[in-house]
């Protein structure tokens, strides 16, 4: 689902590509951490290696592997809170949740931190990698170095999956979101604090939204960005909203005069090149970013397929996207290959895989039923059921871990709840927010134009979330900003901009 991803290119092993194609501590809380067994010093928290780093204070968090067994072992959680910008910042400070599910909430914040200064010029923010992710007791799978293959069977799939299961270091049963927010609940007793103000963007809207439902007492607001309704298993939408998102931009592209004077076919040559690709697929060399070394990748329909599907995420890159197709048609494969190897590889390397795939395998996967599946309708999509069918081999084998019985219900509440969506996500649409809302009596949902997956940063959202927290209220948020900034990147007419 997620977002934030580094740019190191490296090989990965086809199967994982399935499944990833598929951010000085003040007074108050230094008084707060005293005699407690969190201990809090300076640091620097980053996005990751070659990223700015900034100052924070940081600590671990020691809890058990399973908080219901006496005596369990402990597993240690990364924290990190930044300082609010004022001498005297507010009891209730901001908690931002990252996606994924397998996403640092860390390194999410220390990537999209200028989304959030209007927030932390009151607030602290208090960041906790979530168990499985990051620094916190991970669930990292280990790659091994051969380069991308075009195909991958279900037995190659279900072999991976052995392997990392294998080698994690704790029982992925303890993984999952019901647990996670107990470790919330915990850090918050720790550091002291009265209230917490929640962030989820994209599987971290599902986090939210359960801490809120075990902990209401405790939780002044919720920000819910790229919701994910809880009463939804992920999975069989993910191709579906995929290929909307798509047609979207293509019925964009022609509704744009300089876009369909530039690319009067771009359907017609995406069908084009899906189906060559299909038939054959080819071989491209690209440089490596990094070492600027020619390697050779097979790219095929699979391929065609992540590497729309993650352009189409943000406005910015669906700016490239007839550009891409067009350049496709005419035999040139290179833009689109280096764009699949850079997200899929970039993305595996911000993910944690098992931690991802104990959230998938419990909350997930064993519903895919329920939804009464069209697998003709699934596979008429540009992605088909390679998704949804690389997750359900992973979870065949993959252990099932702590499900609350209530947390595939909406939440019902009357706390204060923003929903932000954007109307060209191609993987959270609106009307995901809308079911999610249907049991919030005080809730306010926004939706941006031509916006996609996850909305904190774009235009004036950041100031209507500091209004909002000010606040803890839905009434009176300028919304008029949103129709007078919208702003999304024009069509790219060639690879030096769009037209003037």
């Not at 092993?13 to 000085?24: N, T």
């Not at 359960?210 to 009463?231: E, I, K, M, W």
């Not at 839905?474 to 037209?499: H, I, K, T």
Request: one cysteine or more; a negative charge.
């Amino acid at each position: 689902m997620t977002d934030h991803a580094r740019l190191a290119i490296r090989p990965i092993r086809p199967a994982w590509v399935v499944v990833a194609i598929l951010l000085a501590l003040m007074p108050f809380q230094q008084a707060a951490a005293e005699g407690t067994g969190l201990n809090l010093e300076d640091c620097r928290i980053s996005a990751g290696p070659g990223f700015p780093g900034r100052k924070a204070r940081c600590g671990i968090l020691k809890r058990p592997l399973d908080p219901s067994e006496a005596g369990s072992p402990p597993i240690e959680l990364r924290v990190a809170v930044v300082p609010a910008l004022t001498l005297e910042p507010g009891q209730d400070p901001f908690v931002p949740i990252a996606g994924g599910p397998g996403q640092s909430s860390i390194e999410f914040y220390a990537a999209y931190a200028g989304a959030f200064e209007q927030i932390r010029r009151e607030r602290d923010i208090v960041l906790l990698d979530q168990r499985g992710t990051g620094e916190s007791a991970p669930l990292t799978c280990a790659m091994q170095e051969e380069v991308l293959q075009a195909h991958y069977s279900r037995e190659e799939i279900i072999a991976d999956a052995k392997r990392c299961l294998e080698g994690l270091p704790h029982d992925p049963r303890f993984f999952t979101t019901s647990v996670a927010v107990t470790d919330l609940e915990a850090l918050r007793e720790e550091l002291g604090y009265p209230f917490f103000n929640l962030y989820g963007v994209s599987y971290g809207t599902r986090v939210a939204q359960h801490f809120a439902r075990r902990y209401p007492n405790v939780t002044r607001s919720v920000v819910l960005d790229g919701v994910v309704p809880p009463q939804l298993a992920l999975g069989p939408d993910i191709a579906i909203e995929a290929q909307k998102a798509l047609d979207a931009i293509f019925d964009r592209c022609t509704e744009s005069p300089p876009c369909n004077q530039r690319f009067p076919d771009v359907a017609s040559e995406f069908d084009r090149v899906r189906s060559a690709l299909a038939a054959q697929p080819v071989t491209v060399e690209i440089r490596d970013p990094m070492t600027w070394e020619t390697e050779s990748i097979p790219f095929g329909h699979e391929q065609l397929a992540g590497s729309l599907r993650i352009l189409s995420y943000h406005p910015n890159t669906v700016a490239l996207m007839p550009l891409l197709i067009h350049e496709a048609a005419e035999g040139n494969y290179r833009p689109l290959a280096a764009q699949f190897v850079m997200a899929a590889r970039s993305m595996l390397d911000a993910l944690d895989m098992g931690m991802h795939n104990a959230v998938m395998c419990t909350e997930d996967a064993p519903f895919f039923g329920d939804r009464g599946l069209d697998r003709e309708q699934l596979e008429s999509t540009y992605m088909g059921a390679v998704q949804l069918d690389g997750m359900e081999a992973i979870c065949s084998i993959w252990p099932r871990g702590i499900l609350d019985d209530d947390l595939r219900e909406p939440l019902a509440t009357d706390l204060p709840v923003l929903l932000l969506s954007g109307d060209a996500d191609p993987v959270t649409p609106p009307q995901f927010a809308e079911m999610a809302a249907r049991e919030m009596t005080n809730a306010r949902h926004l939706v941006g134009t031509d916006q996609g997956h996850g909305q904190a940063g774009r235009t004036c959202i950041p100031g209507i979330m500091a209004q909002f927290l000010e606040t803890a209220s839905v009434d009176g948020l300028d919304e008029a900003c949103l129709a007078e900034r919208q702003f999304a990147m024009p069509f790219f007419l060639e690879y030096n901009g769009p037209s003037p």
